[in-house]
């Protein structure tokens, strides 16, 4: 049942708090993300970052506020005071992807099937359909040739292309990367960010908490800033990049204006352009 947020608001979060032993680590939060939009989280270690994503999705718990997606309150039923189910958690996390730092593959699972896991065995999609759909997604992150590969042979950024796919394949109305590219070595970095930037072309809705700037200055709707728990600045990539409005923005931007990003995004060979409803049908 919908009970906040706006027709387009895909993501809504309001007044979100979280704290660890006394230790306030995210404050007062309020942020919305539109349809189509990808927002990229920047900041200093420690800002709260990875927090803020993992109360999304009630991987943490806040201690107040309020977090929609699609209108619908997570983690708390309609009315406010009463926690969801286990059950009904898990329906809501269903329509959230989750990309994070170190993949997080089955080991004992090949590539497609880690990939067809999921819809098939918790949204008990028809395995034939989610075997299509899987299939376009793999090539759609450029790994056709690994299905039947296990994770130990795959390289790093080769197994975040497959825990992107795999996130794709629930058709989440929200993706989340919590740093997709820090567990990498650096020249694996570019295949996954090219990855990234094809699927916001493509209106995947995204929050993505990054540190790489290049990234985010060419793929994001908007910059969000965050210092020690608290959103200080939000903008469009180019005037944040160039003319950022607080003083601690501006600190910040000078640690890479000396050193230009080491990973740029890059053009990368993927499949054909996919949507997060296109694979239906396939």
Not at 1 to 7: K, Q, V
Not at 54 to 73: H, K, M, Q, Y
Not at 164 to 183: H, Y
Request: charged letters at 20%; hydrophobic letters at 45%.
């Amino acid at each position: 049942m919908a009970d906040g947020g706006s027709a387009h608001a895909v993501l809504r979060i309001q007044g979100l708090r979280k704290a660890y032993a006394g230790h306030a680590v995210l404050h007062d939060i309020d942020l919305s993300v539109a349809e189509r939009e990808t927002v990229c989280i920047i900041g200093p270690s420690g800002a709260g970052k990875s927090t803020l994503l993992r109360c999304i999705n009630w991987l943490e718990v806040p201690d107040g506020g309020a977090v929609f997606l699609s209108g619908t309150r997570i983690g708390v039923r309609p009315g406010g005071a009463v926690a969801m189910s286990d059950a009904e958690l898990a329906r809501m996390r269903t329509q959230i992807g989750f990309v994070f730092q170190h993949f997080a593959l089955w080991p004992h699972l090949n590539v497609i099937d880690n990939v067809m896991a999921a819809p098939v065995h918790v949204q008990r999609r028809p395995r034939g359909e989610v075997r299509r759909e899987a299939e376009a997604l793999l090539a759609k992150v450029g790994l056709s040739d690994k299905q039947g590969a296990m994770p130990a042979r795959l390289s790093g950024g080769q197994k975040q292309r497959v825990g992107i796919a795999r996130a794709l394949a629930m058709r989440p109305a929200l993706l989340l990367f919590d740093e997709p590219t820090s567990a990498l070595d650096p020249e694996l970095v570019g295949e996954v960010l090219a990855v990234m930037q094809d699927l916001a072309r493509d209106g995947m809705t995204m929050v993505v908490v990054t540190h790489e700037m290049a990234f985010a200055r060419a793929a994001a709707s908007r910059i969000v800033f965050m210092d020690q728990g608290r959103i200080v600045e939000t903008a469009a990539p180019e005037a944040f990049f160039t003319a950022p409005r607080s003083d601690r923005a501006r600190q910040f931007l000078q640690r890479y204006a000396s050193s230009p990003d080491p990973h740029p995004p890059v053009a990368f060979a993927t499949g054909p352009s996919l949507s997060r409803d296109a694979g239906k049908g396939l």
